[in-house]
């Protein structure tokens, strides 16, 4: 419930951030004045969406699954794992290309 809370502050904040700086704009743009930096509490309001986002983020998202080898064999047997195709053997068939002395058949 927190962590949605969060996400819902951050969003309104960068919302307000965003009106704000077109705001700013505008009026600096009316000034013929464009190239003036956005003032500093828009950055700031900013800055603090971005860390109320990550953190309501991180609080809402489910709880991490255990991706090891061991949690891995938990849910399968060793039949399951031997009854994958393995890779394809490819030394018999060296004896079809090449003969005892080394030199190609195929040349």
Same mark, same amino acid.
């Given at each position: 419930?927190?962590?949605?809370?969060?996400?819902?502050?951050?969003?309104?904040?960068?919302?307000?951030?965003?009106?704000?700086?077109?705001?700013?704009?505008s009026?600096?743009?009316?000034?013929?004045?464009?190239?003036?930096?956005? %003032?500093?509490?828009?950055? *700031?309001? /900013?800055?603090?969406? @971005?860390?109320?986002?990550?953190? +309501? #983020?991180?609080?809402?998202?489910?709880?991490?699954?255990?991706?090891?080898?061991?949690?891995?064999?938990?849910?399968?047997?060793?039949?399951?794992?031997?009854?994958? %195709?393995?890779?394809?053997s *490819?030394? /018999?068939?060296?004896? @079809?290309?090449?003969?005892?002395? +080394? #030199?190609s058949?195929?040349?």
């Amino acid at each position: 419930m927190l962590g949605k809370a969060l996400l819902l502050s951050a969003i309104l904040l960068l919302l307000h951030a965003a009106c704000m700086t077109y705001d700013h704009v505008s009026h600096l743009k009316a000034l013929v004045q464009p190239e003036a930096p956005v %003032p500093l509490n828009t950055l *700031y309001e /900013s800055i603090l969406a @971005l860390v109320l986002g990550i953190l +309501g #983020a991180s609080m809402n998202s489910p709880p991490l699954k255990d991706i090891t080898w061991a949690s891995e064999m938990r849910k399968r047997t060793i039949d399951d794992m031997d009854a994958r %195709p393995g890779l394809a053997s *490819y030394i /018999s068939r060296g004896k @079809l290309f090449h003969d005892q002395q +080394g #030199a190609s058949r195929l040349t």
